[in-house]
């Protein structure tokens, strides 16, 4: 690290105060204020540069615990006692060479992408911070419709930069993981879990990635005129379910060529029938829904390739979504046919990191690429932890559940087995994120 970077990581993260970074709640983004003020303005940047160092100081923690990754070393003499004493007796000098080697290639992969995103976040903290500490406090004095497009282009720019975070964290965790397999054989006594590999860290390090990007949103959205910001109070969820069914099929028929028939049934209402407002993060909803049924459409399609071609229908078995009102929350189920989920898809169905697709996507390849829809169908082991997190972070949540066949989805319609994935959002707008 350069001294200009140290110097400036040391003086952000002594601006910080962890424990004074706000726990945000649907309505207490409403109540900022109907349009974008000095005040409003002034706290969001503080909380977006405020976990931004967070950020940036796990980061930093991450890169020098793979720094100290310790190998077995390879012993001078070849005799047994000394082997014994450095890895087990069985393996040969060859296999313990080659796995050393491997180990370090795998460790410096993982350090290069934990360096691309502290590098990510040094750059990102500096537009904030020279708002807030910096040359740039008058902006905030002065809060002309120019000063006001200015800030909009920093929240903007900071969304825009993290589009690629979430992916990188991934090829990250893959490369610690794979260093992790391939030293557990060399030595005598257990690997140290690596905290970059704690389920709880990472979920902690995505969800505090998920609020900056929510309240970037909401600033971006005041600026443009929307009275709630990046709340929607009152979206049409059918609106919302439509739009994102019509996204994923767009996925599902660029990868594969052949897409099922999705079927969303009218909204059910259980208890009153009255309409109130609720609050909903769209952008939110409209992710989660897209996961789901491009998850559910693509194993409709692995068991129907199953079945000879002489025998097959033309198209895959449809895929089906309710929409249900209930007292409490919104649910949205997403209900398919295909193969279900037998225990190695379920380990992974929400271990960020890990799918069960035999390659993972290249966004590079993509690019270069002539496909019209550059999305994965899968592959990332992302989309559904991701999701999760989303729905968990106001109180809300996803599970997925087989189920059996015969179970009727209409008077007339009987399902065949597969897997009933549910997402629940909570209507109270009060509760409060988990920071």
């Excluded at 309505?27 to 940036?56: F, H, K, M, W, Y």
């Excluded at 087990?88 to 796995?99: A, D, G, N, Q, T």
């Excluded at 050393?100 to 350090?111: F, G, H, N």
């Excluded at 972070?393 to 209409?410: E, H, P, Q």
Aim: net charge neutral.
């Amino acid at each position: 690290m350069s001294n200009a970077a140290h110097k400036f990581q040391s003086s952000l993260l002594s601006n910080v105060n962890p424990s004074g970074l706000r726990r945000w709640s649907a309505r207490a983004l409403i109540d900022l204020g109907s349009c974008v003020t000095p005040e409003n303005t002034t706290t969001l940047l503080q909380e977006v540069l405020g976990r931004l160092a967070v950020q940036l100081g796990r980061l930093n923690a991450w890169k020098e615990e793979v720094d100290t990754i310790e190998y077995s070393t390879r012993p001078q003499n070849n005799s047994k006692v000394i082997r014994a004493c450095n890895f087990p007796v069985s393996m040969s000098l060859k296999e313990h060479s080659y796995r050393v080697d491997m180990a370090k290639s795998e460790r410096e992969k993982t350090l290069k992408y934990l360096k691309d995103l502290i590098q990510l976040h040094e750059n990102t903290s500096m537009l904030p911070y020279e708002v807030l500490n910096g040359d740039g406090r008058a902006i905030l004095s002065s809060f002309t419709k120019p000063n006001q497009r200015y800030i909009d282009g920093i929240f903007d720019q900071i969304e825009t930069r993290h589009g690629n975070s979430v992916e990188t964290l991934a090829d990250a965790v893959i490369s610690a993981r794979n260093v992790e397999e391939i030293l557990t054989p060399l030595k005598n006594d257990p690997v140290s879990r690596l905290d970059l590999l704690n389920d709880s860290s990472i979920e902690s390090f995505l969800h505090s990635r998920l609020l900056i990007q929510l309240l970037c949103e909401h600033y971006i959205s005041l600026h443009k005129g929307k009275p709630t910001g990046a709340i929607s109070l009152d979206a049409d969820l059918v609106d919302v379910v439509e739009d994102a069914v019509q996204d994923a099929k767009q996925v599902c028929d660029a990868n594969l060529g052949v897409c099922p028939e999705v079927i969303i049934r009218p909204m059910e209402t259980h208890g009153s029938k009255d309409f109130i407002a609720r609050p909903l993060i769209r952008s939110w909803s409209h992710h989660a829904i897209v996961e789901l049924s491009k998850n559910a459409m693509k194993s409709n399609i692995e068991r129907w390739e199953k079945v000879p071609s002489v025998v097959r229908e033309q198209l895959p078995p449809a895929v089906f979504v309710k929409v249900i009102r209930d007292t409490d929350h919104l649910a949205i189920q997403v209900v398919d046919q295909g193969v279900g989920l037998d225990e190695e898809r379920t380990q992974k169905a929400f271990r960020f990191a890990s799918s069960s697709s035999q390659s993972r996507w290249n966004r590079l390849e993509a690019q270069q690429s002539y496909c019209a829809v550059r999305e994965p169908l899968g592959s990332l082991g992302v989309g559904l932890p991701i999701s999760r997190m989303m729905l968990r972070a106001f109180g809300g949540d996803l599970f997925l559940v087989n189920r059996d066949s015969g179970v009727k989805i209409s008077e007339n319609e009987v399902l065949a087995s597969g897997c009933t994935a549910t997402m629940k959002i909570l209507y109270d707008a009060s509760f409060t994120a988990m920071n």
